[in-house]
């Protein structure tokens, strides 16, 4: 059996973005060589996720407001864990909702999608560096 392990980097300019990462990933299973097997995708940080959807501006558009209206960022007194000094109370519960990883099949050196399945980064409290985890075992 193969493993394979790499560490993707997105430094967003903004609070909040989502962030196509398919292509990354499929760059990542062809660098590892393996044909069948599994590949974990999974946000590093407990404010950002990853998850599988439809590459839809609308839908994105649409995500940003029911997570605003589930958990807004303001005010930043409504949550507790801001007590501690941090102002992402919010963006904890976003991360909850949307997901921490994602698993796909690996078939014939490709990655095993529904038709409309892409794979997504989720910021949910940005303007620094974080991390993603792609690991893949197979053979
Ligand atoms: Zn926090």
Known sequence: MK????????DVSTRRAFIHITHQVDECLIESGIQEGFCLVNAMHITASVFINDNEPGLHQD???????LAPHEPISQ??????????GDAHLKRQVMGREVVVAVTEGRLDLGTWERIFYGEFDGKRRKRVLVKIIGE
């Open 3 to 10: 493993a394979y392990r790499k560490e993707l980097f997105f």
């Open 79 to 88: 949550y507790r864990h801001n007590r501690t000094g941090e102002d992402n």
């Open 63 to 69: 995500y940003e407001e029911w997570l605003e209206r």
